[in-house]
């Protein structure tokens, strides 16, 4: 008994020291990335990125459904800011954390090493007046989209739309020129076999049955055996907005106003 206890002892503190190494080490984390400039880090990180990254954010990180990232730093951004971003993910968009078990610091920091040599590739300035792109916003958007809370529910809270999508992205989303659509507003249309015809948003389905908010922004569910079509619809219910509906100036305000908006610092990790 004595020589069992002796054992449970044992393991019971090597679990300790285990977890109180892995909370010193996490805590000692570098705030400033101990591999930028080394070579064979960004060789591996351009691989890795190619691999994980450049699907949202583009083959030269300069963004297509992900943010660029090619001006984090020449914005004031730091390398253990980047990291907590890659490791947590950023709430509220697509951008999920990076699992320790299968994502190491050290691939992150290789990653991030090679993100670096492409930022200093001089950006253009921003252009457009974000005060007239809120007024926009207000007048042509606000009945779908919301931002902190005020706005509607059909389409996607855009409250850090700015921290999850790109200039170009956006505006060929404005324009009508982008085909992505977002898990959970996926357009569809149903008819009953009264010969309602509704559409809507997908926010859920199984084998028997579909719920969706309709363009009035209410959650309905159908049972499939009462409907006598159902549609998964090509085109978003957001309107194109061709230079008809909004000149290019305007375009130019809503988006600086846009990629202003990515939440308050109470709502990050």
């Given at each position: 008994?004595?020589?069992?206890?002796?054992?449970v002892l044992g393991l019971a503190g090597g679990r300790a020291a285990w977890a109180q190494d892995r909370g010193s080490r996490a805590e000692t984390r570098p705030t400033?990335?101990?591999l930028e400039g080394n070579a064979q880090a960004i060789s591996n990180g351009a691989a890795m990125f190619r691999t994980r990254c450049a699907g949202c954010h583009g083959?030269?990180?300069?963004?297509?459904?992900?943010?660029?990232?090619?001006?984090?730093?020449?914005?004031?951004?730091?390398?253990?800011?980047?990291?907590?971003?890659?490791?947590?993910?950023?709430?509220?968009?697509?951008?999920?954390?990076?699992?320790?078990?299968?994502?190491?610091?050290?691939?992150?920091?290789?990653?991030?090493?090679?993100?670096?040599?492409?930022?200093?590739?001089?950006?253009?300035?921003?252009?457009?007046?974000?005060?007239?792109?809120?007024?926009?916003?207000?007048?042509?958007?606000?009945?779908?989209?919301?931002?902190?809370?005020?706005?509607?529910?059909?389409?996607?809270?855009?409250?850090?739309?700015?921290?999850?999508?790109?200039?170009?992205?956006?505006?060929?989303?404005?324009?009508?020129?982008?085909?992505?659509?977002?898990?959970?507003?996926?357009?569809?249309?149903?008819?009953?076999?009264?010969?309602?015809?509704?559409?809507?948003?997908?926010?859920?389905?199984?084998?028997?049955?579909i719920q969706i908010m309709d363009a009035r922004e209410r959650l309905q569910g159908y049972l499939k055996t009462n409907l006598l079509e159902f549609t998964s619809d090509?085109?978003?219910?957001?309107?194109?907005?061709?230079?008809?509906?909004?000149?290019?100036?305007?375009?130019?305000?809503?988006?600086?106003?846009?990629?202003?908006?990515?939440?308050?610092?109470?709502?990050?990790?």
């Amino acid at each position: 008994m004595a020589a069992a206890a002796m054992i449970v002892l044992g393991l019971a503190g090597g679990r300790a020291a285990w977890a109180q190494d892995r909370g010193s080490r996490a805590e000692t984390r570098p705030t400033r990335n101990p591999l930028e400039g080394n070579a064979q880090a960004i060789s591996n990180g351009a691989a890795m990125f190619r691999t994980r990254c450049a699907g949202c954010h583009g083959p030269d990180a300069r963004g297509y459904l992900g943010p660029d990232l090619t001006g984090f730093w020449a914005a004031g951004g730091s390398d253990d800011r980047m990291f907590a971003i890659v490791r947590r993910g950023v709430p509220g968009t697509d951008m999920i954390g990076a699992d320790p078990q299968r994502v190491l610091d050290k691939d992150i920091w290789q990653t991030l090493a090679y993100i670096r040599t492409l930022s200093a590739v001089p950006t253009s300035p921003p252009t457009g007046d974000a005060a007239n792109g809120e007024r926009l916003f207000r007048t042509n958007c606000t009945g779908c989209h919301r931002v902190d809370g005020r706005g509607g529910q059909l389409g996607p809270d855009l409250s850090r739309i700015g921290a999850a999508r790109p200039r170009a992205g956006l505006a060929g989303k404005i324009r009508g020129s982008a085909d992505f659509i977002r898990t959970g507003y996926e357009p569809v249309t149903l008819v009953t076999k009264e010969g309602e015809r509704i559409r809507g948003v997908k926010k859920n389905e199984d084998e028997f049955s579909i719920q969706i908010m309709d363009a009035r922004e209410r959650l309905q569910g159908y049972l499939k055996t009462n409907l006598l079509e159902f549609t998964s619809d090509k085109q978003s219910l957001m309107p194109a907005y061709g230079a008809d509906r909004l000149n290019d100036r305007d375009l130019d305000d809503l988006l600086r106003y846009l990629t202003s908006l990515r939440g308050t610092d109470s709502g990050q990790r």
